[in-house]
């Protein structure tokens, strides 16, 4: 048996307490509140309690799904992320940059948040990025 506590940050809110993942065999079993963080100081809220539930529920998409008629099908990240590019590309001819408007998530880390309104303003050209975090 392989078991790790792995110290990281709740992806919850911006609060960001950290505490302790216990990982056996690449299972996560639950979190212990890191006691020595100056933010929780061995505290954790219900949702920090529940927040890697979602890491192996067996609804996560594991694989990039294409539109396909009524239904879905798998595909590669190559594939969909050029699909995505492309519906970009007609969707910015035809209707130029305004017709974009970016969310962003809570969930993210900065950094991500940072890339994606960098996205938004250097690529799609558009200026209509917020946050869930205002909503
Ligand atoms: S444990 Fe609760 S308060 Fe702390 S970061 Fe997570 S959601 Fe926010």
Redesign the pocket.
């Known amino acids: 048996m392989d078991y790790k506590n792995v110290l990281t ?9 950290n ?1 302790y993942l216990e990982v056996l065999d690449g299972e996560i079993l639950g979190v212990t509140p890191c006691q020595e963080h100056p ?2 100081q061995g ?7 529940n ?1 890697h539930a979602f890491v192996q529920h067996p609804d996560r998409l594991h694989v990039p799904l294409i539109r396909d008629g009524d239904g879905f099908r798998e595909a590669s990240w190559d594939e969909a992320l050029g699909l995505v590019a492309e519906r970009f590309q007609a969707i910015k001819a035809e209707h130029g940059p305004d017709a974009f408007g970016v969310l962003t998530s809570a969930k993210c880390t900065n950094e991500e948040n940072y890339l994606v309104q960098r996205l938004a303003r250097a690529v799609l050209g558009t200026n209509s990025v917020d946050h869930c975090a205002r909503l």
């Not at 940050?9 to 307490?17: F, L, M, P, R």
């Open positions: 940050t709740c992806i919850y809110c911006g609060t960001g307490c505490y933010i929780n505290q954790v809220c219900i949702k920090g309690w927040s």
